[in-house]
């Protein structure tokens, strides 16, 4: 059975471009609903997975649970087609939801109510999903995923919808022009 080509939308093209190609360090496409945002962040994450620069990638969302839906579930069926077999070294492991690409980097789900876990870890590549969840509280970024990106100038993704003019909003005003324009961003 043959699948239909599959497309990037304009939103997607855009965070495509941000990451792989700009190599942005820090990329917060923000979008509506059922945009395509935990898509992107698979076809992301398996690239790092398959580049050769140092480090790991980590995906978290604001629960374990809503890792496994949103992000573990769809990326087992991805790599259930026979050409995506190749990627992978072993079989994954579901219990903890971790997996090995042939080139040595490992992709790491966690949780926002549980991001001491990343803590001592070294990331190429690091998305947040429903980053303006309440989970994710200043101390997840500070603390836990800006020291582990900083070994390996790892990139950090940051999906969400917007929830007024919260968490999400204030980094996204980040890459703007203005006052708040950081460079990285």
């Not at 923000?30 to 620069?53: E, F, Q």
């Not at 990638?57 to 374990?64: D, F, I, Q, R, S």
């Not at 839906?69 to 026979?82: A, I, Q, S, V, Y």
Request: hydrophobic share 35%; net charge positive; aromatic share 10%.
């Amino acid at each position: 059975r043959r699948r239909p080509e599959v497309r990037l939308t304009d939103f997607q093209s855009w965070a495509y471009r941000q990451v792989e190609i700009e190599r942005r360090r820090v990329v917060v496409p923000v979008a509506a609903r059922r945009s395509g945002k935990s898509t992107i962040a698979r076809l992301l994450a398996i690239l790092a997975g398959l580049d050769d620069r140092p480090g790991d990638v980590g995906y978290m969302a604001p629960t374990l649970e809503q890792a496994r839906r949103l992000f573990w579930r769809p990326l087992m069926e991805d790599l259930r087609e026979p050409a995506a077999r190749q990627f992978v070294m072993g079989r994954p492991d579901k219990g903890r939801m971790t997996l090995e690409f042939v080139t040595g980097t490992r992709l790491y789900l966690y949780s926002a109510d549980a991001y001491e876990r990343v803590r001592g870890d070294g990331f190429k590549l690091f998305i947040t999903d429903e980053t303006d969840d309440p989970n994710f509280t200043p101390e997840v970024f500070d603390e836990a995923i800006r020291p582990a990106l900083s070994d390996n100038l790892g990139m950090l993704l940051q999906l969400g919808t917007p929830k007024g003019r919260g968490r999400l909003f204030t980094e996204y005003r980040k890459g703007l022009a203005g006052d708040y324009r950081d460079p990285s961003y």
